[in-house]
T-cell receptor, first 116, second 109 residues
Framework: DAGVIQSPRHEVTEMGQEVTLRCKPISGHDYLFWYRQTMMRGLELLIYFNNNVPIDDSGMPEDRFSAKMPNASFSTLKIQPSEPRDSAVYFC??????????????FGPGTRLTVL | GQNIDQPTEMTATEGAIVQINCTYQTSGFNGLFWYQQHAGEAPTFLSYNVLDGLEEKGRFSSFLSRSKGYSYLLLKELQMKDSASYLCAALDSNYQLIWGAGTKLIIKP
């Protein structure tokens, strides 16, 4: 398996622009997670899906952020409008299950977002 | 609230042993993970503990004490490639991972 795939790897945009980050989880994994990582705040869970359904979006910072999972092999995280404080590395991760603690989360390579 | 504490940074010498500590406070507990993250890369799974005791996996070992809310990651025979951040994460009662800020480990020759 190719692992979790994310695109783009790097994104530089100007404040106010719409940004869309994409993720393809590992085939057969039922759970998909979106994280944001910064030096100041570390790794933060934004939202996670189970079988394409959003389960917990309490980590989404504000209404400017939205995430969708139209099918089992694709998810997007959208920021509209973007702001400089959104600059971070955004990771997508997937796991086979959630309730089996031995089932780890596999992370994608991340998207490094810079908002000017 | 839920909280994970680990040192911000540690320095060790190549060939030596280092122990990275982690204390956690969570609503319920379903195990503790350690992840390794090299600079500019994604976190990768190292270990999982749910029962008290030591789990050994090659040069890396992880220990858990549920009664003390404490875990450590032990790295032996340190190599330069072990320079990375080490993230401690606890699985709470809702099976959500609560992440620590990470410990940056610097290995010196």
């Amino acid at each position: 398996d190719a692992g979790v795939i994310q695109s783009p790897r790097h994104e530089v945009t100007e404040m106010g622009q719409e940004v869309t980050l994409r993720c393809k989880p590992i085939s057969g994994h039922d759970y998909l997670f979106w994280y944001r990582q910064t030096m100041m705040r570390g790794l933060e869970l934004l939202i996670y899906f189970n079988n394409n359904v959003p389960i917990d979006d309490s980590g989404m910072p504000e209404d400017r952020f939205s995430a969708k999972m139209p099918n089992a092999s694709f998810s997007t995280l959208k920021i509209q409008p973007s702001e400089p404080r959104d600059s971070a590395v955004y990771f997508c991760a997937s796991s086979l299950t959630l309730r089996e603690g031995t089932d780890t989360q596999y992370f994608g390579p991340g998207t490094r977002l810079t908002v000017l | 609230g839920q909280n994970i504490d680990q040192p911000t940074e540690m320095t060790a010498t190549e060939g030596a042993i280092v122990q990275i500590n982690c204390t956690y406070q969570t609503s319920g507990f379903n195990g503790l993970f350690w992840y390794q993250q090299h600079a500019g890369e994604a976190p990768t799974f190292l270990s999982y503990n749910v029962l008290d005791g030591l789990e050994e996996k090659g040069r890396f070992s992880s220990f858990l004490s549920r009664s003390k809310g404490y875990s450590y990651l032990l790295l032996k025979e340190l190599q330069m490639k072990d320079s990375a951040s080490y993230l401690c994460a606890a699985l709470d009662s809702n099976y959500q991972l609560i992440w620590g800020a990470g410990t940056k480990l610097i290995i010196k020759p």
